[in-house]
């Protein structure tokens, strides 16, 4: 069956690096998303992209973030310089279908710890 | 914004009970989702239900809708240990899909 698929599973970092999280959605998915949630807590919507631009982004989601989808098949998180309530499990989704129906299809998650 | 806030947090039954969750949003729909997540792992699609439907079954699973009170409920029917996870609804369209808080499920055996 096919899936989203997440690397790395867990990065350590140091406060103030990069970090680029990365993302393979499913074949013919045409949305995709980055959700985040800190240990125990809500799933939080980052942001959505769609034509190769984002949708719709969150306040979460400063100039700290950025999303890139570089070669039709991977999208990409990248944080800029890492703080310290940056930690927390990230999730990539994808989507088929316009609309507002439609399931997302989420991967196992890639774990952030900044130090 | 839709957002979906589940009661009760946390829900601990025995094996073969039934097991009923809540969920409320602010805004108008056209569909609500609820998702099912295991301890650190992905969301896993449950069921969808538009907003003109009031019930809808899959399995063991039975969701209502009451849209004037802006409210659904997911009954898990015969509950299993392995249903021990954490179950969100979710609202919004394909630009942006809000969860809620999430109900905790423990299923003891």
């Known amino acids: 069956e096919p899936e989203v698929t997440q690397t790395p599973s867990h990065q350590v970092t140091q406060m103030g690096q990069e970090v680029i999280l990365r993302c393979v959605p499913i074949s013919n998915h045409l949305y995709f998303y980055w959700y985040r949630q800190i240990l125990g807590q809500k799933v939080e919507f980052l942001v959505s992209?769609?034509?190769?631009?984002?949708?719709?982004k969150s306040e979460i989601f400063d100039d700290q973030f950025s999303v890139e989808r570089p070669d039709g098949s991977n999208f990409t998180l990248k944080i800029r310089s890492t703080k310290l309530e940056d930690s927390a499990m990230y999730f990539c989704a994808s989507k088929e279908t316009s609309g507002d129906t439609g399931e997302l299809f989420f991967g196992e998650g890639s774990r952030l710890t900044v130090l | 914004s839709q957002q979906g806030e589940e009661d009760p947090q946390a829900l601990s039954i025995q094996e073969g009970e039934n097991a009923t969750m809540n969920c409320s949003y602010k805004t108008s729909i056209n569909n609500l989702q609820w998702y099912r997540q295991n301890s650190g792992r992905g969301l896993v699609h449950l069921i969808l239900?538009?907003?003109?439907?009031r019930e809808k079954h899959s399995g063991r699973l039975r969701v209502t809708l009451d849209t004037s009170k802006k409210s659904s409920s997911l009954l898990i029917t015969a509950s299993r240990a392995a249903d021990t996870a954490s179950y969100f609804c979710a609202t919004g369209g394909y630009q942006k899909v809000t969860f809620g808080i999430g109900t905790k499920l423990q299923v003891i055996p």
């Open positions: 239900i538009r907003s003109n439907e």
């Open positions: 992209f769609y034509n190769n631009e984002i949708s719709e």
